[in-house]
C-alpha cells in the first residue's frame, strides 16, 4: 500500500497570512497513463470532505485561487495565500494512482 | 447529489445495508467509492465500483465481509455490512469519481454520510 504522509499535523496560522500543507508518498504517484492522482481535500468542522485540488494542480471549479497545489512524484504542497476564517478544517491528501485509495493523516488549519 | 441512508446502531457480528440515492447526473457513467471515517479521525476508504458495477476493489480491513454493489435502474449504491466489529464504527460516505474515465482516481463529490454504530 502507499502510505500518504502529511506536516505539520497543525498549521495555526495568523488571517491574511500564508499556509503550507506538505504530503509526500511512499512510493511515486505518476500512474502508468502518464498522470498523477494525487488530491488534497478541505473538511470544515462538521461537513463532508471538499475537493478542492486534483492531480497535483488543478483546481475545482468555484475553489478560490488562493489555494495552490504543486509538486511531482513523491512530494507535494498546497498552499493557501491568505487564510481566510473559512479555510479553517482539516485538509487532507489522497492519491488516487493504485488501489487501496490512501488518505494523509489530515493537518489541522487553524487561526492563531 | 448523494444521500446516504442506513446507518444504525448495531451489534459486533450483525449486519447493515447502507444505500446511496444519487441524483443530478448520470450515474452509470460514474465509478463510486464508500469512504468511511471513525469519530474524531482521518477518512478511510473502503471499496469502490466502476460503473457498470463489473470491477470492485475493496480494503483488506473489510473484504470478505462487505460488498459493494450498485442497481445503475435505480441511481442506487449500496453497501452491505456484514461480521460487523466495533472498529466499523464510523460515519460512511458515499463519494463519486470526477468523470467517466478516470474512475475513481479523483473523487469530486461526497454525501453527507451515515453513522454506523457497533456497540454491544
Known amino acids: 500500500d502507499i502510505v500518504m504522509t502529511q506536516t505539520p499535523l497543525s498549521s495555526p496560522v495568523t488571517l491574511g497570512q500564508p499556509a503550507s500543507i506538505s504530503c509526500r508518498s511512499s512510493q511515486s504517484l505518476v500512474h502508468s497513463d502518464g498522470n498523477t492522482y494525487l488530491s488534497w481535500l478541505q473538511q470544515r468542522p462538521g461537513q463532508p470532505p471538499r475537493l478542492l485540488i486534483y492531480e497535483i494542480s488543478k483546481r475545482v471549479s468555484g475553489v478560490p485561487d488562493r489555494f495552490s497545489g504543486s509538486g511531482a512524484g513523491t512530494d507535494f504542497t498546497l498552499k493557501i495565500n491568505r487564510v481566510e476564517a473559512e479555510d479553517v478544517g482539516v485538509y487532507y491528501c489522497?492519491?488516487?494512482?493504485?488501489?487501496?485509495?490512501?488518505f494523509g493523516g489530515g493537518t489541522k488549519v487553524e487561526i492563531k | 447529489q448523494l444521500l446516504e441512508s442506513g446507518g444504525d446502531l448495531e451489534q459486533p457480528g450483525g449486519s447493515l445495508r447502507l444505500s446511496c440515492a444519487a441524483s443530478g447526473f448520470t450515474f452509470s457513467n460514474y465509478a463510486m467509492t464508500w469512504v468511511r471515517q471513525a469519530p474524531g479521525k482521518g477518512l478511510e476508504w473502503v471499496s469502490s465500483?466502476?460503473?457498470?458495477?463489473?470491477?470492485?476493489y475493496y480494503a483488506v480491513s473489510v473484504k470478505g465481509r462487505f460488498t459493494i454493489s450498485r442497481d445503475n435502474s435505480r441511481n442506487r449504491l449500496y453497501l452491505q455490512m456484514n461480521s460487523l466489529r466495533v472498529e466499523d464504527t464510523a460515519v460512511y460516505y458515499c463519494?463519486?469519481?470526477?468523470?467517466?474515465?478516470?474512475?475513481?482516481?479523483?473523487?469530486?463529490?461526497w454525501g453527507q454520510g451515515t453513522l454506523v454504530t457497533v456497540s454491544s
Open positions: 463519494a463519486k469519481g470526477l468523470d467517466a474515465t478516470t474512475g475513481t482516481k479523483t473523487i469530486d463529490y
Open positions: 465500483i466502476n460503473g457498470d458495477g463489473l470491477n470492485i
Open positions: 489522497m492519491q488516487g494512482t493504485q488501489f487501496p485509495r490512501t
